[in-house]
């Protein structure tokens, strides 16, 4: 099993800039390939962009492709989500997850662990 903790959320101006962590701790952190998805009151929970375990590889979805850039580093058991030029449609609970599988799964059903989220909340 994995335990994942998200941080870093908060209320940001639209065009600016936040940074999220997910630290991982209880298994192989390496083991698993990192997404973070995102879920705005109403609505389903979106992906928004995903790590293979080595890093080498990222993964985005459309809204965010350009925006967001998700990082992560091995040795620290973190995986990061860097946002900028944030929009009000932006404004979500973001959660990491983990992924057992290579497989490039955007369904939130196909990871296997989750944080408890971090509120983002972008202001007009």
């Known amino acids: 099993q994995v335990q994942l903790v998200e941080s870093g959320g908060g209320l940001v101006q639209a065009g600016g800039s936040l940074r999220l962590s997910c630290a991982a701790s209880g298994s192989t952190f390496s083991s698993y390939a990192m997404g973070w998805f995102r879920q705005a009151p109403g609505k389903e929970r979106e992906f928004v962009a995903r790590s293979s375990r080595s890093g080498l590889s990222t993964y985005y979805g459309d809204s965010v492709s350009g925006r967001f850039t998700i990082s992560r580093d091995n040795a620290k058991n973190t995986v990061y989500l860097q946002m900028n030029s944030l929009k009000p449609e932006d404004t979500a609970v973001y959660y990491c997850?983990?992924?057992?599988?290579?497989?490039?799964?955007?369904?939130?059903?196909?990871?296997?662990?989750w944080g408890q989220g971090t509120q983002v909340t972008v202001s007009s």
């Open positions: 997850a983990a992924d057992r599988t290579v497989v490039r799964n955007t369904d939130p059903n196909k990871y296997d662990y």
